[in-house]
């Protein structure tokens, strides 16, 4: 009973066992159709329309074809011998399709302000007795939810396994290179999955990789630092977020201290404004419920709400420039002359940093440390790899990203005659300057 | 003043003038980012998340190619020499962006249930003074609405401009063939977009090919088949179209019959189910709107429309077979079948046929003559493209696709035991053989 | 020792044999380095460089992945059971790497001057005791070259065996559809090989399909059918091998009947031109050995072999127009406008057809009865692929192609003023019109 | 009058003026299509067989499409204005077009071997009046040849027509990168062509990129850095050249002491072993001619020649591990265990280093300072590349590559016994360690 899903990174997605067709099919995998795997990206690459339920299948064939790899090149003889013991397989193929189960609308942003917790929603979803999940996941074996939960967390025994889906070069992370490469139609993500898989071997205390594969590996590195650099930290969909952000932010505000009056529409978002919601109030949100929400409010009577959701569904972002600690003293002039053109400095203006740790060697003091990627020499002597690749040394270690500062495009003085607000607009724009906030002249 | 988007077809989308950038910002064409392309064609090609708006900017695109290659090598010297006239490009470029302006959320279903019509709104879009679109256009001339309006309704005078977005091989149709083709992840749809519109070319009556590229042309026809056979009429797609139509239906009988309790999600909806909706209403609608209505209805207390409501969501197709003129007389045994084992058989079963005509010749006597595809010799006279390419005579002037029964996939008696209906199942699968109604043995 | 081969078209090769290392190490296998797949195809498209070696790899790893597939999912239980033996493995995958081993230089043309045969040159290199694939084989089994050989003529006694390499759909076919396709720039041979290596099954009488793959498989064949129409019957590939032609007639002649002063670098090819010649002299040769003759041929003093022979190395091909049945009885007044003009009609002009049958069903009454493409449907019976495919149909059986005249460009009288001879070129020139010869007005 | 090239790396290859068609047409230009663009690295990557014609043709189109760029973007109003002088397009098409024409067959070994000097060789097929290609140009003006080889010695005074083909991102790298990844199947080279074109600007002191594009430009250097790695420093691609230079060597030695009993294949090659040719003598050269020369030495009594023939042809690669400055004095040692096993040391050994300088700042101290990448900010500043790239600076001005002994694979220990020089083996062997030269324990 092989079944094939239709794929544009894979070609094709080989379902091999029941329960993995059984848990596409749940009512809660199927939601993930409804969540836009990147977000607010859309806005900036048009393509990039593609849903958490391609990434998690494409997660779940990396993963499958991982195993199979090691089952027919490294299978484990015995006990500890640090080979691949297929009888993991099942476990790891479910926590690859679901590891991002709990994902909701514009995950980052809805978070931020309803303070939700999309890992802890995973593990919920899989463990809650009331989910199609859980059940499909039972039939397996009655403590195999928590199993399956337990490699998505990192506190599964067997290390091959979670670092299959969690570490500096996983099946997630390879996924969505590729995938957001793909759909955002950029090509930066493109590095050779093949070449990686062909050179993965399990050893001991983990994954590791043949030597002459190391620059494949370094490769993928690079390519993700420029998926960050190029598409990820896009300042548009930044800016398109940061609406996002104060646009729920005044709904929030406005049903707390207003008792919004709320149509219909807002209903299922509710229980988030309130912020007392269940599992299945979790459930019932996807990004079409969230954009229904905003449709009502673009109509609503409260001036700022109904701008927002304006500038959001009819993409008008705002403009950002950098801006640094030196210059950071300067917003709140800038805020003054934002507040004197007549703008909310508390909804119209913000920062943003958008930084990632691109590569790290493992670091025992640090808070977080990561597993590094070691290669594996002829003589089974393993080395890091920053210490053999200059390119990726020169990013290990060191976030990259930027901190930028959004405001009205309005601000911007260029093109404008017989305005009012013009020498407002100039005096703001004495700050900015090759794309960045300076010091005014 | 050039801008780029980033497009995974087309690599880059040049837009050269401020109308254009323009219509791309009003608030109508944004809508279109929240309309999927495909409708439910995602149930089964999950990559084909792709919206209306990413295929018209690369309607756009590839018709300003084709005017770019008419300006530099058949620009018009004088007036009615057949050649191009560079003063249409801005006519042509807005009616190749707004095309599809009217679609909205599962056109084709939604408008059989709700008798709404895409391509008057399109024009009503266009045309109706409050609308943004028309305001951005009427700068461009008090008449130019209406001009942009007429190219769609392919009534404007100059039948270059109206080939260009409106043939049996146009800008509309080559965009969504290599579009649909790239994120479904098939490559039926992948012809040779370049070769074509190189051998392009203008003259009195329309639009021609120089015989050099009869190939490509031919190539370009049998994409469209193959896309048509294995994407557009894909049975499962259809499934779920059939499964909406029902779940639509159900709701309108309800809110007729019953006044159906409506929670808020559905307030947007009902001006269509009371049949009084004005444009505004209908700019209102997309995907999400109708999706948050079914996730409201899943919850409802009505059977009928919670079960389809839910089949719909989280994807539970109807089983389907063919069904020919000679095999319909047992419909009307299957219905009662599936009506003993539990079902109503008004909104459980249905049949669908799914008919194209993938290419036709020039025919009088037809209702809705098509533009045949005609090739340029050498000495200037023109051929017909049937009449040289045996592989495009093949399919020329016949419609392809078939008609399917549905029903619910309960019915088939496989792997049952000790079903109560078991013997209803048995009884209703003696129709059924090698994917098919068949009568019974 | 698993070894691979990066490869554009099928990514990586894999080597999982010693005999298969063996094979490609051996010098016959890597004289395929030094001839070129297409042969003269290169002067039209030049992309097209790549060599007999690269296809033939490429042709191993198909077969090596159709037996992964049917080894997994298809494997024998008993014999005679219809199902894949995999001790057959290994036979199959040295003829399929083989299977082209006995191709000399532009084959096709050099065949037809000197009576070679590549097929009985293949057998012989395998089976000769002196060469080294010969030696590696044995290696495996005393009759083992043997056996390999008759896979390859196709007189081994399992019809699975001697399908997966010849057939209408074989490892060989898709190899070098996909690899021309690649290497031209072309799309059309761009089929879908995963999808028909999935839908692929053994049988008690070869190889079948799934019915649900019969799309894939059509395609499939109307990919061969245009890449047979747009680059194998390319005329001026086509050009260029009448040129190659006749170069090496006037060369035979020259040494029969003259004794041509050879110089040194035509020693290679004394044999042929005597027809006096071993095994050993035909691995002597490549594209490179001849080459090097036509250099030096260049600068002869025979008039017509230095001009044939310039005009093939530096690219300066006939022109060719259709010619029919109803017209080749002008032949002789154009080879005596021809002559007339200076040229010698016997070496500078010529006709030459190009023809394929795409795909036939099976004949008994056929000279030459091919093996039908049969797809299973559920039931477990079998039809034939024309019988549900229009498109199929439409050349099914039917031969596709064109009869063309070569003639000096030379002849065409256009652009040509004050030449002694523009009277015999106009005369010339009222025979052809619109690409083809015609009856002068 | 516009043709097309088909290319699998542009698609089309514009050819819009006659002088570009007859240069291609030339017989020095056509003589281009027998010399391989990578040399000995099909032997490592066997599609990598595609032709310096092929790479010519891909050069003229990326500076042809330079040309379109600056020509609509930015055309220069009046002298000195820094902006694009479209009057320099001809001069610029034909240098890169022609930049290659010197190229022999495996250039870089041909050359140290022989003292021919590629660029010099380029000058004077480009300048001597009796070449073709010098016969097209003049058409063009009496000076027009001397004009287009200045811009390919960097002599021309305009600096944007030189930096289009002579920089650190140039058409012609920008080609080969590309080129090479098709055909040698690797991904690494194939970096955002048309995003770096479309942030070229020209400017007073030559050519600079939009910072905006910066992250596209980092990517391309970061591409060059990969190809180098990866392929172009292969070990066994420097292994053959190895052999090839021994070969030749051996060659030239047998000819001056002995007079090697030349038959005839080896006349073309004559002039070079005395070291005593012309223009035409090198015309005559391509890689079929020295394949020729080699087929027939296989045969030779010498058995240094034969054998390294024979290794050469038939690819037998020498066996390589890294070497440092503190490891190379074992190489005596080696010598004399390779010397006891009976291999001549100065034949069967050699060390070779591969180092590359992938990208530098300008530098006015170096011997050959390179025009630095500068990037133009809003405000018209400049930037240079590293200044902004952590990723590129990591590697700026810093060589990269290692430096290889080889020798005859033989030497190896491993699965042999009953050897009679197996304690010469083991001496050897102790010196290997992890692919590099180590002390010995």
């Not at 050779?192 to 062909?198: F, P, V």
Request: aromatic content about 10%; some cysteine; proline content about 5%.
């Amino acid at each position: 009973m092989e079944k094939v899903l239709r794929d544009p990174i894979h070609n094709h997605i080989y379902i091999q066992q029941q329960v993995i067709l059984d848990l596409i099919n749940t009512r809660e995998f199927q939601r993930l159709r409804r969540i836009k795997q990147l977000g607010t990206t859309s806005y900036t690459f048009h393509g990039a329309e593609h849903s958490r339920f391609s990434h998690s299948v494409g997660v779940y064939e990396i993963t499958r074809q991982i195993c199979d790899l090691f089952e027919r090149n490294y299978p484990s003889q015995k006990k500890d011998d640090g080979l691949w013991d297929d009888n993991e397989r099942i476990v790891v193929l479910c926590a690859a399709l679901l590891h991002d189960l709990g994902h909701g609308p514009y995950s980052h942003t809805f978070e931020h302000i309803f303070s939700t917790d999309h890992e802890q929603m995973t593990t919920d979803i899989i463990t809650s007795p009331q989910t199609e999940v859980n059940q499909v996941l039972k039939k397996v074996g009655p403590n195999f939810p928590e199993k399956v939960a337990s490699v998505i967390q990192k506190t599964y025994p067997d290390p091959q396994v979670v670092q299959m889906i969690s570490s500096q070069i996983d099946a997630d992370r390879m996924d969505y290179l590729l995938r957001d490469s793909y759909f955002t139609g950029t090509k930066y993500g493109n590095f050779d999955l093949t070449r990686i898989l062909r050179v993965m071997r399990p050893y001991k205390e983990g994954i590791t990789f043949d030597i002459s594969g190391m620059h494949a590996v370094e490769d993928y590195i690079v390519s993700r630092f420029q998926m960050y650099q190029q598409v990820y930290f896009h300042p548009v969909s930044r800016s398109m977020e940061v609406i996002l952000s104060h646009l729920l932010k005044r709904a929030k505000y406005l049903y707390t201290v207003n008792k919004l009056q709320l149509n219909g529409a807002t209903d299922l978002l509710v229980p988030f404004l309130t912020g007392e919601y269940s599992l299945n109030d979790y459930l019932h949100l996807d990004d079409g419920v969230l954009n229904t929400c905003f449709a009502v409010w673009r109509d609503s009577g409260d001036e700022i709400l109904s701008d927002l959701a304006h500038r959001f569904l009819d993409r008008h972002p705002l403009k950002s420039v950098r801006i640094s600690p030196e210059t950071r003293k300067y917003i709140p002039t800038l805020e003054k002359l934002v507040t004197q053109a007549g703008y909310s400095a508390e909804y119209y203006m913000d920062t943003n940093d958008s930084y990632d740790l691109p590569y790290d060697a493992y670091d025992p003091h640090s808070q977080n440390p990561r597993t590094q990627i070691e290669l594996i020499q002829n003589d089974q002597s393993l080395v890091e790899l920053s210490a053999i690749s200059p390119l990726v040394n020169s990013i290990t270690g060191k976030v990259s990203g930027d901190e930028r500062l959004f405001f009205p495009r309005e601000m911007l003085a260029a093109n404008k005659q017989n305005d009012l607000f013009l020498p407002v607009y100039e005096a703001f724009d004495r700050y900015i300057h090759n794309d960045q906030v300076v010091a005014p002249e």
